[in-house]
T-cell receptor, first 114, second 118 residues
Framework: SQTIHQWPATLVQPVGSPLSLECTVE??????LYWYRQAAGRGLQLLFY??????ISSEVPQNLSASRPQDRQFILSSKKLLLSDSGFYLC?????????????FGNGTRLTVT | AQKITQTQPGMFVQEKEAVTLDCTYD???????LFWYKQPSSGEMIFLIY??????QNATEGRYSLNFQKARKSANLVISASQLGDSAMYFC???????????????FGKGTLLTVNP
């Protein structure tokens, strides 16, 4: 069966510090991978989407970036965090191809920028 | 323009009763998909049910059913025989084409907080 791992679960970082969140998927090949952000009490906002290694599409221009160095690994990064980057970050995968079925989410990372 | 609208910020239901969570959507794409997710206080997003735009029958998954009214562009979630463990945030989402080609994304509503009372 397929599983998705996301870490760390919680993170407190000062403004201006770098960020690296990692997500890996097991049990499937060539998944579509996503990074979503959820601000407190709000819905989910798509940040990045990847259909394959090195293929990243960005939904919202900001100081975050994403990379996919391996087929089942998706990394969310920032060189300098802003206060507004605080939120709940969720990684998700869907089956390969299009449209790829439902998204399956990791347990999320709660990021607090101080 | 908001594409997924959930008009109920919060809902209360008595244990063992049924509850309907509303969702309306807006799209001009003839092919689309509608999803419901559950988010407990722990934060994980749990996929509940899916309805395709061409599906003739309403989707059902155990105690969950989706009341799909295409002409009205609504996709309400019905939970039968509510349980205390159903207390959570519920999100409606629509799969839509993104940046042309074969790219798709899920757009989420703002959610409804369901509280099941004993």
């Amino acid at each position: 069966s397929q599983t998705i791992h996301q870490w760390p679960a919680t993170l407190v970082q000062p403004v201006g510090s770098p960020l690296s969140l990692e997500c890996t998927v097991e049990g499937t090949s060539n998944p579509n991978l996503y990074w979503y952000r959820q601000a407190a009490g709000r819905g989910l906002q798509l940040l990045f989407y990847s259909v394959g290694i090195g293929q990243i599409s960005s939904e919202v221009p900001q100081n975050l970036s994403a990379s996919r160095p391996q087929d089942r690994q998706f990394i969310l990064s920032s060189k300098k965090l802003l206060l507004s980057d605080s939120g709940f970050y969720l990684c998700a995968w869907s089956g390969p191809g299009s449209p790829g079925g439902p998204l399956h989410f990791g347990n999320g990372t709660r990021l607090t920028v101080t | 323009a908001q594409k997924i609208t959930q008009t109920q910020p919060g809902m209360f239901v008595q244990e063992k009763e049924a509850v309907t969570l509303d969702c309306t959507y807006d799209t001009s794409d003839p092919s689309y998909g509608l999803f419901w997710y559950k988010q407990p206080s722990s934060g994980e997003m749990i996929f509940l049910i899916y309805q395709g735009s061409y599906d003739q029958q309403n989707a059902t998954e155990g105690r969950y059913s989706l009341n799909f009214q295409k002409a009205r562009k609504s996709a309400n979630l019905v939970i039968s025989a509510s349980q205390l463990g159903d207390s959570a945030m519920y999100f409606c989402a629509m799969r839509e084409q993104w940046r042309g080609g074969s790219n798709y994304k899920l757009t989420f509503g703002k959610g409804t907080l369901l509280t099941v009372n004993p």
